[in-house]
């Protein structure tokens, strides 16, 4: 009987003590022009982020003619393992793809062939991952530019060239894809997507890249259905300055966006705990010189501590 109950109460603490840990926070970034590869950095606030390995490379680009690792985004799937896509060229029509289960050792890596159909499409550019637990589909989307397939209000020598839109694929095992169809167009050249659940609907943070006149910054977009169709964007939630590549994730009720100000050369972030008023928190944020676009998830204590070793 006294075997029963230790036995018992050894359960039940182990629980507790699971119950207990605290999230850990993995940004997932590239440096430069993204040619050294996958870059990892941890927090336990979502504030304050170190780099590991000394901030050098997890993973070297394999795929592609250009060969880099720009904008990582990494998901951790329902099959257990961690699912990552990336632009692995500037120019390509395709996308780089890799599995891990510990986010040190990974598959073999693959070009996704996913604007292969359409001969003239420009490039496929900041690919990204995101899970539907309802219909247990991912779908993998991305920004392309196809010439003149789109009216371009954008006036720049910039826009007449560019007119990305949204597309997408999914798939149930990374074996097998959808077709490639349209996501997102409400008439201007967006990029930098990336889609999270809120309750019963997905919003979509992006960017509206028209030059002129000038945007460069960052809105959301709400659907019920990860597939869309997605809304209208809502007024710009980022302040007088461009901004590209959000990633966003929850901490309690707050929802925190971190994004690129690339032409500062350095990183801001914002936070609401009702998406309409933002507040800038870029003052408290304290990241690894150099870090680029990239995305957010979180890990446990025992994962961080195998990427320590």
């Not at 606030?45 to 590991?52: P, S, T």
């Amino acid at each position: 009987m006294k075997r029963i109950l230790l036995s018992i109460i050894t359960i039940l603490t182990s629980i507790q003590t699971y119950g207990q840990q605290k999230d850990i926070y993995l940004f997932c970034y590239f440096k430069n022009n993204g040619q050294d590869g996958l870059h990892l950095a941890y927090s336990n606030d979502g504030l304050k982020w170190q780099a590991l390995k000394g901030d050098s490379s997890f993973l070297k680009p394999m795929v592609s003619k250009d060969k880099i690792m720009r904008d990582p985004c990494i998901i951790r799937g329902a099959d257990g393992l961690f699912h990552m896509v990336w632009t692995d060229s500037w120019t390509d029509r395709g996308i780089g793809y890799a599995s891990s289960k510990d986010l040190i050792h990974w598959s073999e890596q693959v070009q996704l062939p996913v604007m292969e159909h359409e001969p003239t499409a420009q490039n496929c550019w900041a690919p990204e991952i995101t899970y539907d637990d309802a219909t247990k589909t991912y779908m993998i989307y991305w920004a392309t530019t196809i010439p003149n397939r789109f009216p371009q209000p954008d006036t720049s020598a910039e826009g007449k060239k560019n007119n990305h839109r949204i597309y997408y694929q999914t798939t149930k095992d990374f074996k097998t894809y959808s077709d490639t169809k349209l996501l997102y167009d409400e008439g201007f050249s967006v990029i930098d997507a990336t889609i999270v659940k809120d309750g019963k609907q997905f919003m979509m943070f992006l960017k509206d890249e028209t030059k002129s006149p000038v945007q460069k910054n960052l809105h959301i977009a709400y659907s019920k259905k990860l597939t869309g169709p997605y809304s209208k964007p809502t007024a710009k939630i980022t302040g007088d300055y461009w901004a590209e590549g959000p990633t966003s994730f929850k901490i309690g009720d707050k929802w925190l966006v971190y994004f690129d100000r690339y032409r500062e050369h350095r990183y801001g972030a914002i936070s609401s705990t009702d998406l309409s008023h933002w507040t800038d928190i870029s003052n408290r944020i304290d990241l690894p010189k150099g870090i680029r676009h990239g995305s957010i998830l979180k890990i446990t204590p025992q994962e961080l501590t195998v990427l320590q070793q």
